[in-house]
């Protein structure tokens, strides 16, 4: 079973839990940013629990490919760690098409074209949400 998702899910459901107390106009974008995130981390949760319980019923002995699993999790939590560093660093207007189009290229081995496409489209998408619909301004980073 998969730990990362579990600790996921507690830390979203906390983040939550405090943005409560934030003042009503500094608290829409935690509220929307956490919600999604513990819908979504307490459906990797369940996924997790079904795998879990699918592997212990095959009772496979392939240590190799659990161990080949793990690091393709540990190379996606670096992945989740560098984000949070760019956003940090440079801010999320400038680290979503950063880190959208190295993800897609780098670990995906997707195609210079889509991983452009992809990475516009998820700052585009970010702006009209998050700034023009919401009227949240982004963070601008240590940089920038």
């Avoid at 956003?87 to 190295?102: D, H, K, R």
């Amino acid at each position: 079973m998969n730990v990362f998702s579990i600790l996921f899910s507690l830390m979203f459901l906390y983040f939550l839990l405090q943005s409560f107390q934030l003042p009503s106009g500094s608290r829409v974008m935690p509220l929307f940013l956490c919600a999604v995130g513990l819908i979504f981390s307490l459906v990797q949760v369940v996924l997790d629990v079904r795998q879990y319980q699918k592997s212990q019923q095959e009772k496979q002995a392939n240590w190799f490919g659990t161990l080949l699993q793990t690091m393709k999790e540990i190379s996606l939590f670096i992945w989740i760690v560098l984000f949070l560093v760019l956003i940090y660093l440079f801010g999320s207007i400038v680290a979503i098409p950063v880190f959208a189009f190295m993800l897609t290229r780098f670990y995906y081995k997707e195609t210079l074209k889509l991983s452009l496409t992809l990475s516009l489209s998820a700052v585009a998408i970010y702006y009209g949400v998050f700034i023009k619909l919401l009227g949240v301004f982004p963070y601008n980073g240590l940089f920038l």
